[in-house]
Nanobody
């Protein structure tokens, strides 16, 4: 019923910047919250940042000051601006959303992920 599509991943040098986008589409009534997770090789998936429908944001401590999350409710899109990237930021980044569909169902939806590689 609902799909998330990430874009913006790629290869960047350490210290560089990258902006990820996640577009939600389908039978959407309301997006209650959206967020970004990441998973590095051999590591557990971890929360990067999240934003509520009211605009309240949460960013993991190790990424505060470098990463910023924002959303455009009219476009059903969430963004992750990543600055001062480090090699340890290399991971697959996944978009996640809690969505109320037009049929009044609540779905926890995941995108397929976009790879971010930071070279040293």
């Amino acid at each position: 019923q609902v799909q998330l599509v990430e874009s913006g991943g790629g290869l960047v040098q350490a210290g560089g910047s990258l902006k990820l986008s996640c577009l939600a589409s389908g039978s959407i009534f309301r997006i209650n919250a959206m967020g970004w997770y990441r998973q590095a090789p051999g590591k557990q998936r971890e929360l990067v940042a999240a934003v509520s429908s009211a605009g309240t944001t949460n960013i993991t401590d190790s990424m505060k000051g470098r990463f910023t999350i924002s959303r455009d409710n009219a476009k059903n899109t969430v963004y992750l601006q990543m600055n001062s990237l480090k090699p340890e930021d290399t991971a697959v980044y996944y978009c996640n959303a809690l969505i109320a569909t037009r049929s009044l169902r609540f779905l926890d939806v995941w995108g397929q992920g976009t790879l971010v590689t930071v070279s040293s």
